[in-house]
């Protein structure tokens, strides 16, 4: 595995930490989560990853689709059942609703020094933190930074 070393800002990730309710074991993920696309300036040794945080998104959409399986599994539902819930819960709209309902916007770092961010940018830092949250601390730890920010996906398999 390639060695990461990044410049960081640790109050903005210690503030992030605590409005998604996880601490993080290695920081760097939660730094690399909040970084958009093209953002990725601070990089001090290593690779410069122009596409921030979208290997990390890739990943927690993936462990929110398998926490979504594994709760619709047992119900017996049909497989549109689990395509709608699927869909609802990983949408870039509920994203971007969880990214400002939690007031995430504020940690992510933009490119060039921006100052708007697009609500794509945030909608995909909202997965790239689950994503970072499943590489340091597991399934449980997802479980319940998902409904600390509102991502319940029991909740949603329950009323299907």
């Known amino acids: 595995m390639m060695e990461r070393?990044?410049?960081?800002?640790?109050?903005?990730?210690?503030?992030?930490?605590?409005?998604?309710?996880y601490k993080f074991k290695d920081?760097?993920?939660l730094f690399e989560a909040l970084q958009s696309q093209g953002s990725w300036t601070a990089v001090t040794s290593g690779p410069r990853l122009a596409e921030g945080n979208k290997r990390l998104a890739v990943?927690?959409?993936?462990?929110?689709?398998?926490?979504?399986?594994?709760?619709?599994?047992?119900?017996?539902?049909?497989?549109g059942i689990f395509d709608r819930l699927?869909?609802?819960?990983?949408?870039?709209?509920?994203?971007?609703?969880?990214?400002v309902n939690a007031d995430l916007q504020q940690f992510i770092s933009l490119p060039n020094g921006?100052?708007?961010?697009?609500?794509?940018?945030?909608?995909?830092?909202?997965?790239?933190?689950?994503?970072?949250?499943?590489?340091?601390g597991g399934l449980e730890s997802v479980k319940k930074v998902a409904q600390e920010l509102g991502i319940d996906v029991c909740e949603k398999v329950a009323s299907a």
């Open 59 to 79: 990943l927690g959409d993936k462990v929110l689709d398998l926490l979504l399986a594994m709760k619709w599994y047992p119900t017996w539902e049909k497989r």
């Open 27 to 29: 920081p760097l993920l």
């Open 86 to 99: 699927r869909n609802e819960v990983t949408s870039n709209e509920n994203f971007l609703a969880v990214c």
């Open 114 to 136: 921006g100052v708007s961010i697009q609500p794509k940018a945030m909608a995909t830092s909202v997965e790239a933190i689950i994503g970072a949250v499943y590489l340091d």
């Open 5 to 21: 070393h990044f410049a960081k800002n640790p109050t903005s990730t210690h503030a992030c930490e605590k409005k998604i309710g």
